[in-house]
């Protein structure tokens, strides 16, 4: 093993084995740069062997693995920052030396600095999706250059504002401070993303700033369009029509639902996909039971108004549902959706497909909880990154663009065919965390996501049907049968999520613990 001097802090040399880092060391060197991906010739030591016999001599490593006749800017400038931050002197190595010598040239054109704002990986959104997934990657390589891009400086745990609507949390324990919850090592650029710029592995910001990336995550979440429905977004918050879709409404559901003394109460559910589908018949259960247990029920009249053929898309759950809809007397119109709202007249136009026909509907009410149509951001929808749908186009296994190698997404944002809710974030951000630093060291995905989803449905006040369940709406129970059967309504259920979920929300979820989430490698059985 050879090394040549190049300055009187750098150093390159061909491919080295482990038995070589003893000699290493004793020269003077004190960290190692890898530019050589993984798997490139038969015989080649692997970067992580090369890593565990470096740090065995107290030395650091760091891996920039790349292919000749493709470095680029973004590898130059991983190379300067490294360069920079490394304890000095330091190695770089490939297979012959000369890709590790051009690679320092190009750092040292771009400045010890390198590109300032390049970053390793940067997530785009600090949301569920988000907060977990750097959190889950931190965890996995403390050292890594992680950035948030996210323009809010409040949080909220979404899946809490049914039980706000529902009088069980207060408002204030679904909120904390964004701040509160940026990982450690990770950077917060406080704006807002405009723009995908794949080809050059830029996100444009709001302001007009750049952001470069070796590898990027996208979990924005989705928009709820309280526009499509013509007269909604001003009839909001008065004259009895709300949404616990919205913080600031949730806790005017609950106010409602005490205050009724009876007449004509309308829920109502759009066309998937939206956040937790099953939200919207949850906000009716609550209230039905309340109603039950204050003997108001009866001078109530129930409607639930939803768009989709079925009352539920994963059959297993909907003979339990249904038991409910029964129970509380509710006139379920199923394939009936709100197309308009006159909140001063208190008149809702339904359009309703009846066979062949396609019919309106006026329905007076006293009160009406709304669910608006859900679509993704219109600068995702607008960028290279989206599907047909609008949302960000992935691989369903591995959460990977189907073009862009270096690009991954996971939560409301994906064009996954899963149910868009908390759990399914907290089992895609350790398989995102996982693919994307692959993706970092020039590998293929490892992890592999099984479209898991959770949805707890309080179907009355201390018993809820747990529907767990998977791509083609297979049946994934976390729990076995004899402690919870999810296909029935449960009183553990309730405790779930009622006292569970909600620490495991805050202090294992967006720290990184993957607790009951521990990805699947790819290749593994499901």
Same mark, same amino acid.
């Given at each position: 093993?050879? =090394?040549?001097?190049?300055?009187?802090?750098?150093?390159?040399?061909?491919?080295?084995?482990?038995?070589?880092?003893?000699?290493?060391?004793?020269?003077? %060197?004190?960290?190692?740069?890898?530019?050589?991906?993984?798997?490139?010739?038969?015989?080649?030591?692997?970067?992580?062997?090369?890593?565990?016999? #470096?740090?065995?001599?107290?030395?650091?490593?760091?891996?920039?693995?790349?292919?000749?006749?493709?470095?680029?800017? +973004?590898?130059?400038?991983? =190379?300067?920052?490294?360069?920079?931050?490394?304890?000095?002197?330091?190695?770089?190595?490939?297979?012959?030396?000369?890709?590790?010598?051009?690679?320092?040239? =190009?750092?040292?054109?771009?400045?010890?600095?390198?590109?300032?704002?390049?970053?390793?990986?940067?997530?785009?959104?600090?949301?569920?999706?988000?907060?977990?997934a750097a959190a889950s990657i931190l965890r996995r390589r403390p050292g890594?250059?992680?950035?948030?891009?996210?323009?809010?400086?409040?949080h909220y745990y979404q899946p809490g504002w049914t039980m706000v609507g529902?009088?069980?949390?207060?408002?204030?324990?679904?909120?904390?401070?964004?701040?509160?919850?940026?990982?450690?090592?990770?950077?917060?650029?406080?704006?807002? #993303?405009?723009?995908?710029?794949?080809?050059?592995?830029?996100?444009?910001?709001?302001?007009? +700033?750049?952001?470069?990336?070796?590898?990027?995550? !996208?979990?924005?979440?989705?928009?709820?369009?309280?526009?499509?429905?013509?007269?909604?977004?001003?009839?909001?918050?008065?004259?009895?029509?709300?949404?616990?879709?919205?913080?600031?409404?949730?806790?005017?559901?609950?106010?409602?639902?005490?205050?009724?003394?009876?007449?004509?109460?309308?829920?109502?559910?759009?066309?998937?996909?939206?956040?937790? #589908?099953?939200?919207?018949?949850?906000?009716?259960?609550?209230?039905?039971?309340?109603?039950?247990?204050?003997?108001?029920?009866?001078?109530?009249?129930?409607?639930?108004?939803?768009?989709?053929?079925?009352?539920?898309?994963?059959?297993?759950?909907?003979?339990?549902?249904?038991?409910?809809?029964?129970?509380?007397?509710?006139?379920?119109?199923?394939?009936?959706?709100?197309?308009?709202?006159?909140?001063?007249?208190? !008149?809702?136009?339904?359009?309703?497909?009846?066979?062949?026909?396609?019919?309106?509907?006026?329905?007076?009410?006293?009160?009406?909880?709304?669910?608006?149509?859900?679509?993704?951001?219109?600068?995702?929808?607008?960028?290279?990154?989206?599907?047909?749908?609008?949302?960000?186009?992935?691989?369903?296994?591995?959460?990977?663009?189907?073009?862009?190698?270096?690009?991954?997404?996971?939560?409301?944002?994906?064009?996954?065919?899963?149910?868009?809710? #908390?759990?399914?974030?907290?089992?895609?951000?350790? %398989?995102?965390?996982?693919?994307?630093?692959?993706?970092?060291?020039?590998?293929?995905?490892?992890?592999?996501?099984?479209?898991?989803?959770?949805?707890?449905?309080?179907?009355?006040?201390? +018993?809820?049907?747990?529907?767990?369940?998977?791509?083609?709406?297979?049946?994934?129970?976390?729990?076995?049968?004899?402690?919870?059967?999810?296909?029935?309504?449960?009183?553990?259920?309730?405790?779930?999520?009622?006292?569970?979920?909600?620490?495991?929300?805050?202090?294992? =979820?967006?720290?990184?613990?993957?607790?009951?989430?521990?990805?699947?490698?790819?290749?593994?059985?499901?």
């Amino acid at each position: 093993m050879t =090394m040549k001097t190049l300055t009187a802090t750098l150093r390159v040399s061909p491919q080295i084995a482990p038995s070589d880092i003893a000699a290493i060391a004793a020269s003077g %060197v004190r960290s190692i740069v890898c530019n050589r991906p993984d798997g490139e010739e038969a015989g080649q030591p692997a970067a992580s062997s090369i890593a565990a016999a #470096a740090a065995a001599h107290g030395l650091r490593f760091v891996h920039i693995p790349v292919v000749p006749g493709t470095i680029g800017e +973004r590898d130059a400038a991983a =190379m300067a920052r490294a360069l920079a931050e490394l304890p000095a002197p330091v190695l770089a190595y490939c297979r012959s030396g000369a890709r590790s010598e051009r690679l320092a040239a =190009m750092a040292a054109a771009l400045g010890k600095d390198g590109d300032a704002s390049a970053w390793d990986i940067v997530v785009v959104g600090g949301g569920s999706a988000g907060i977990a997934a750097a959190a889950s990657i931190l965890r996995r390589r403390p050292g890594v250059r992680l950035a948030i891009v996210e323009p809010s400086e409040d949080h909220y745990y979404q899946p809490g504002w049914t039980m706000v609507g529902g009088g069980i949390f207060t408002p204030g324990a679904t909120r904390r401070a964004e701040a509160g919850l940026i990982p450690a090592g990770a950077e917060w650029i406080r704006a807002a #993303a405009a723009a995908f710029d794949p080809v050059n592995d830029r996100v444009i910001l709001a302001d007009g +700033r750049a952001v470069s990336y070796r590898v990027l995550v !996208v979990c924005p979440g989705l928009k709820i369009d309280w526009e499509a429905i013509p007269g909604l977004s001003g009839a909001l918050g008065t004259g009895g029509v709300t949404s616990n879709y919205r913080y600031d409404l949730a806790p005017y559901t609950d106010r409602l639902v005490r205050r009724f003394r009876g007449g004509r109460a309308l829920f109502t559910q759009p066309p998937m996909p939206i956040k937790c #589908a099953g939200a919207p018949q949850k906000a009716m259960y609550l209230a039905c039971h309340r109603w039950e247990r204050e003997g108001r029920l009866g001078k109530a009249e129930v409607q639930f108004h939803a768009a989709t053929p079925a009352l539920f898309g994963v059959a297993a759950y909907v003979p339990a549902l249904e038991a409910y809809i029964a129970r509380y007397g509710i006139d379920l119109q199923l394939q009936s959706r709100l197309v308009s709202i006159d909140g001063a007249a208190k !008149v809702a136009i339904f359009e309703q497909s009846r066979g062949d026909e396609m019919r309106r509907v006026e329905e007076r009410f006293d009160m009406i909880h709304v669910v608006p149509p859900q679509v993704a951001p219109d600068f995702v929808a607008a960028s290279p990154l989206a599907a047909p749908s609008g949302f960000v186009a992935v691989d369903e296994t591995t959460l990977r663009h189907p073009v862009h190698d270096n690009v991954f997404a996971l939560g409301d944002v994906a064009a996954t065919t899963n149910a868009k809710t #908390a759990a399914a974030a907290r089992k895609q951000a350790p %398989v995102v965390a996982l693919n994307a630093l692959a993706a970092l060291d020039g590998a293929p995905p490892v992890a592999a996501y099984d479209g898991y989803g959770s949805c707890p449905l309080t179907v009355e006040a201390g +018993r809820i049907v747990l529907a767990e369940f998977g791509y083609g709406g297979k049946l994934l129970p976390t729990f076995p049968k004899w402690l919870i059967e999810g296909t029935r309504p449960s009183r553990l259920s309730w405790l779930l999520k009622e006292k569970i979920l909600p620490p495991v929300y805050w202090h294992g =979820m967006l720290r990184g613990r993957e607790w009951l989430a521990t990805p699947r490698m790819a290749g593994e059985g499901g």
